[in-house]
């Protein structure tokens, strides 16, 4: 007989699942619901190794558990679901007293912690790199204003015309770097305008303007879970932190390829080293050549781009808008598959 109450195994970070002496679910906690993309109401009483492709290392486990071979068990797994990565798990497998067969087992992604640290590397980075930013910007903009206005004067003093077009070269680089400064202090200029957001009108504008953009051979697919609350947020800073990632999947891909705006809810993530019990999930998945590794580990500082002429600041501004909002944004990247995450919680 099962234990009366579960629900407490919602609150748990790692994936819970409970099999019955049959190797059936009988329980999956909202963790491993998100872990393996599958719902309890689903699989409930169907055979838990069936939604894997291989499927013996679960069913190893159940049967050593019919026969009492151990009390707890700790191994790592790779499962793999049809369709999808395969999944490196560390695994905690418990005998349930007085209920013979029936099984606890606890799943944990092995990469967990790394994406933890990884997270608070990004997090410390981004702050440091926008401190620098915007000292720099602003001890490049008092000067620019300068040689700008020395420039024109300089100008009228000159007698012969073709001399001139020097002094147009300055004006006009100093007004092309004014204009960059502009774009590296706009985020701390303005203020947010705090209301209610629909992440799906977000989306929908966003996949308006990069098809108007490359009218030709792009596809962006609506992948979207209707279930997505509303929550607060600066509606245009979010519609310009994807813009410019979805701009820059487009421009990567030139202009044709295949794009994916994926919205779900995440459950128990842990966002800055908080935890939250829910979070909005977006992703934008391209199919195009990937990021290139030299600067894989860079992308979202200032100024590095792996487009020639591009400026580098595209995913600096959306890592800040998102993280202005309390979310973290995240990349994962190969050829034929970059995907960049967005988790935005709600309180």
């Not at 992703?283 to 100024?303: A, K, Q, T, W």
Request: net charge negative; charged share 25%.
């Amino acid at each position: 007989m099962l234990p009366p109450k579960l629900d407490g195994l919602d609150l748990l970070a790692s994936g819970v699942v409970v099999l019955d002496a049959a190797g059936c679910c009988v329980f999956l906690n909202q963790a491993a619901e998100q872990l393996f993309e599958v719902s309890q109401r689903l699989v409930a009483g169907q055979p838990f190794a069936r939604l894997f492709v291989d499927g013996a290392q679960i069913e190893q486990l159940c049967a050593d558990a019919g026969v009492g071979a151990f009390d707890q068990k700790r191994c790592d797994l790779v499962l793999e679901r049809p369709g999808r990565e395969p999944q490196q798990l560390s695994t905690t497998a418990v005998a349930l007293d007085g209920d013979p067969g029936v099984l606890l087992i606890e799943f944990r992604e092995l990469d967990q912690r790394w994406r933890a640290d990884r997270e608070q590397r990004l997090l410390d980075s981004a702050q440091a790199n926008r401190e620098l930013v915007r000292n720099l910007a602003h001890e490049i903009k008092n000067p620019l204003g300068g040689i700008r206005g020395a420039a024109q004067l300089l100008e009228s003093e000159l007698p012969a015309p073709g001399l001139r077009e020097y002094t147009q070269v300055i004006v006009k680089e100093a007004d092309r770097l004014q204009v960059l400064v502009d774009r590296l202090l706009a985020p701390h200029r303005s203020p947010r305008i705090v209301g209610d957001v629909n992440l799906h009108e977000v989306c929908e504008r966003v996949r308006s303007v990069v098809l108007a953009e490359f009218p030709q051979g792009l596809d962006i697919v609506r992948d979207y879970d209707a279930s997505l609350p509303e929550f607060r947020g600066d509606r245009e800073q979010l519609i310009q932190a994807l813009l410019n990632l979805v701009r820059n999947a487009a421009q990567a891909m030139g202009g044709r390829g295949e794009i994916v705006l994926r919205t779900r809810i995440a459950r128990q993530v842990t966002i800055a080293r908080q935890r939250w019990k829910l979070a909005l999930d977006l992703h934008v998945i391209d199919n195009g050549p990937g990021v290139p590794e030299e600067i894989s580990e860079r992308i979202f500082f200032p100024l590095v781009s792996g487009r020639d002429g591009g400026s580098g600041l595209g995913l600096t501004l959306a890592q800040t808008f998102v993280q202005q909002h309390g979310g973290s944004i995240e990349c994962e990247s190969r050829p034929g598959r970059t995907d960049f995450r967005i988790l935005l919680p709600l309180p």
